[in-house]
Every structure is written in C-alpha cells, then in structure tokens.
C-alpha cells in the first residue's frame, strides 16, 4: 500500500469510527462509556464489515418515499424552517422540571439562542405550536406513553415540560438505573386524568447487553421477544409513539427463535452477518412489534405514532468531543445538507411498515396508525443540540476547552424537539375529534 492509500485508508477508518462513535456514544453519553471508548482499542469494531456496510448502503439519496396518504391530512415532513421573529422566548423553563439536565441548554447556558426562534414550516399547511391546555383537553382520560430510546425519553421528557405550564403533574413512577431512565410515569389530576409515560427499550425486542450495563460494549438481541416491559401494558396504551433506531448500528449478536440469526459488526464471533444489515433487524423488529400492537389492542380506540429516526450532528471534520463538533447557531439551509442514506432507510422502513401495520388495523377498525416524520426536518438542526452545555452553567464565562463532552444527538428542550409534539398535537386531535 503506498503512502497516501495508507492515509486515505487510516483517514476512512478514523472517519468511521467518528461514526461508530457517533452511534454508540451519543445515547449514553456517560462517563465509564467514554472512558472505556477512549482508553480501550476499538477491537470489538470491524472496519471492514463497517466498510462493507455503509458502501452496500451507498453515499447516494434514495427516492423519496410517499408516506401512506390514508390518515395524513398534511404532510408535516416536508418543509422548511423560517425564522419567526414573533416568538419572544423558550416556551417553558425547563429549570421548573424534571427532564434530563443535559438537555436544558438554557439553564445550562447554550450561548446562542438562536435555535429557539425557527420554525417549522410545512410546504402544504400550517403548523401551529401546541396549545397545553386543549393537548390536556384532548387526552382527558387517557394514557400517552412513549416507548423507545432516549430519543423516545427526549420528546417526552420536552412535552410534559411544556404541559406543566398549565398543570403541574405528579411523577408516580420513578424506576432508573444505571443507564438512566427506564420507566417513568406524570399524572396529571382530575380534571385531567391524563397519564404520560416514558418505556426505555432502544430495541423494542428483548436485548442484554450494553442497552443494560453501559459497561459493555455489544449487545445481544432477541428478535422474537416481544417481553419488554412496554408490552405487558400495551392494552392499556391509548396512544403510544414509538421512537427507536440510534442503537441498531451497535455490534451486535442475533437471535430469532431460539437460534443465532447472524451478527452485525462482530468478527469475533465465528457467525455470519446477518442478512439485510442492520437495516433488516430495524424492519423486522418494528414489523413484529407493529404486528403485535395489532394483536394485542383488544378495544377502544387507539392511536399508535410511529417516529423515524432524528439524525444526529457530530461535524465529522472534527472529533466527536472537540468543541466545534456542533456548535453550529443556524439551521441548515435548503440544499446545504442531506440526510444520510442510512437514516433515509430506516426512515424508509419506518414509513413502509407503518403503512403495512395501518392497512391490518384498518381491518380490524380499531387502530390509527401515523408516521411521525421528524428526519428531515430535524436533519436541518444542527444548532439544536445541547453540544458542549450538558452541564448547568458548564463553562461560567470562561472559554470552552478544545476538548469537551458533546451531545450532538439528543435535543435541547425547549428547542427543536418541541415541533415534533407540535405534529403530534395535530395526530391527536384528529384522533379524537
Ligand atoms: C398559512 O398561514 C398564512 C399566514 O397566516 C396564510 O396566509 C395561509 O393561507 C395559511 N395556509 C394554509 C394552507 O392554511
Ligand atoms: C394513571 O395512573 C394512575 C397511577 O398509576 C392510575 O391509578 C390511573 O388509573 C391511570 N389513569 C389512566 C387514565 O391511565
Ligand atoms: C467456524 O464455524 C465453522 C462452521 O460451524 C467451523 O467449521 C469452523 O471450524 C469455525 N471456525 C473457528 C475458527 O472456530
């Protein structure tokens, strides 16, 4: 190999590796994770099958794919984001509740606020923010529950927030674990009677591994155990938005009734990888799961919200932990950026399957099901994230260091997480009205 192969190749390695980073740290985000991400060799990593997968995959973006038209009265995916001088400031003080400290960029003092004035704009209608008190009105009765990945906890965590501005919740149920937040529940009381949760399941299945104990570095999958805690409550869901996707690209062994199905990024394991990629896993977990919501929903009727992947924003000319690896204080605009063919095919997948799951519920005449099409929009959002200021007045006047965690991946809130519960808002209120 001559010597500027060899840069080109240790150049590709690095860069992917910025990407297995991208994947594997920005959920977690912990200390003991990124210390053993920056003082273990990445040997659990295959840069060829890494290599293999992301060229299979190809670096250009696939067509478009039309979201199912049946209950959609606007598509909300496609638009732009406008700059909306009217809006005087953050929509709730995230310092009033209980929702990750990481993400309260303001408390934390994200010095550009910027982010917190652009709006979405959908290319076919209008969106309007959330109103609490006819998002309270509109759920009276009922169980809103969030099943997923932090993404999942995210988006919960931003909307109970922005709802206690009219009342104020009691949190029931507080399980965490190392890994953070498993199972939380909000009541809101009489006269609401609403109740929100948030079901940590990265995989939707049954997984052990790191999705359990940060301290490991892969996971194992049971793509047939449909045993995850969420599911035991299923009936009693009547909405749920299901978001997951970030931990599929980990290394990961598979297996589907009782046998290994294949790996993913695992070569020490004498196993073959496993057909369709990470991708294929991603389909067949959310087809079995939205089959399984189908079987399980007895009564009543339910609306079921299904989340495509909100891509993440680590600068990969620099380190994931360098300052400047998002700190980017305006959107994207049109044409500046694309979103990744990977995330535009588990989009896909999310799309497809979710069509599928709704022409099966419509025989039954009992469930809606909805695509919440954050990709796009959120892919325009690097100023979004909480970046460097994950900690509460982390750096005080003084300069950030070069060197910093980063939180490239989850959203400040109040920030752009908050549009993606103002589409919600809309699915619910066509729900019950
Ligand atoms: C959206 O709002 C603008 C400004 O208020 C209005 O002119 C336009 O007709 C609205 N569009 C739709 C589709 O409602
Ligand atoms: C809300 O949760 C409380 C406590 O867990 C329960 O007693 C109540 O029945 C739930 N209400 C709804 C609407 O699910
Ligand atoms: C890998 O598995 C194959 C098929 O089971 C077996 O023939 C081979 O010896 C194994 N290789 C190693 C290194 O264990």
Redesign the pocket.
Known sequence: MGETQEAAASYSHCSLWKKVLTCTLCPLLTLPLIYILLYSPPSFISYTNLLATFQAHGTSTPPPVQPPQVWVQCDYGDGKWVWDASVAGPRYDSEKCEMKSTEKCVVNGKPDNGYLHWRWQPAGCNLSALDPAEFLRALR???LAFVGDSTARNQAEALVCFLSTVSRPET??RYEERLGRKFW?W?FAAPH???ISTYWSPFLVRAEGKSEDYGMTQDTVFLDALTEPWTADVD?MDIMVISAGHWFPHPAVYYDDGVIAGVFSRPDVNETDIGGGYVGVYRKVMRRTLGFINAKSSGGDKLVVVATIAPSHFDPRYAWNHRDACSRPKPFEEGEAEVASTEAELRKVVVEEAAAAAAQGRRRGLLRFEVLDVTRLASMRPDGHPGAYIMKDAFAGRAVPETVMNDCLHWCAPGPVDSFNDILMQMVVGASG
Do not use: D, F, I, L
């Open positions: 009765g009922k169980h029931a149920h529940r009541v009677n609403v109740n009693g």
